[in-house]
């Protein structure tokens, strides 16, 4: 091998935005089957905008202006969605104790002495909390994320979030197509709103409601099939899966914990980038040969 083209390789890279840290992981991008994706901020904007508000027992107002309170204290896509709908309301901020973070359901702490948590459709399952189903079914069915706001165990409110998927997406799921590499999209999120994404971008198999402890779990799965695979994703929770990736990639944007652990990293959010990664690749080791 001529060290010197992977070198001239690197800093080619570098000037696209793409910043390789491991080259042998970079070696594996001319080989691969499958490109797993996280969903949130990778195949979406991960902007999420509030669009309806159901509620029980208490005003919209008070509704918001404890979920506006309670995910202030996070970093999560849907708390920054909820943080901007409250400022866009002039909310104004509680107090909040015992804040606690629940990896892939939600969050919880103590307001004005009540126990106040925000959570996925599959933690009220888990807890078996009645909620209206029909309701729910219909916002999933958009495409929203949908969250429950609960006082001492109890439903009060429905928020419904939708984000947007990206078209540089949409094209990287089609170039991958054409290149005969199978794109699969891991998400936390429900499957209704998984599906209306995958759809969307005619991706070919969806891992949806992974719990963040799953995440490295099926990408050994991919791996275990024979399958060389590369993980994009850029959350806290997507490290272990970009850890055990045969390539791991992280977006520039993402968490420290992304990136220290990933092989490649992309300055620019961009998904079409991976597609230019692969090419790199190619070009890289055909001329080495
Ligand atoms: P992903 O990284 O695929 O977006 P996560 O594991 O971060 O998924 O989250 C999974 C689900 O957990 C979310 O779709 C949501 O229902 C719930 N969740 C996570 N964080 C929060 C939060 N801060 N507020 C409310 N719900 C949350
Ligand atoms: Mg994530």
Redesign the pocket.
Known sequence: ATPLVTAVSTSIGAKRGLLIRDRNAFENARRLDAVVF????TLTEGEFGVTDIKVQERTEEEVMNIAYTV?SN?E????RG?VREGKKRNLSLSDVTDYE???????KAKMDGKDIR??????MREEKIGFDEEYYEHLAEQGK???FVLEEKKLIGIIALSDMVRESAKEAVRVLKSMNIESIM?????RK?ASYVGKELDIDEIFS????HEKADKIDALIRQGKKVAMT?D?V??APALAKADLGIAVGAGTDVAIETADIILVKNNPLDVVNIIRLSKATYRKMI
């Open positions: 996280d969903k949130t901020g995910e996070s999560h896509p849907i708390a909820i973070n629940m990896p892939g359901k939600g969050l925000v959570v996925s459709p599959g933690y994320t949908v969250v891991l998400t936390g999120d429900n709103v409601e992974v719990l963040p994703g959350g929770n997507d």
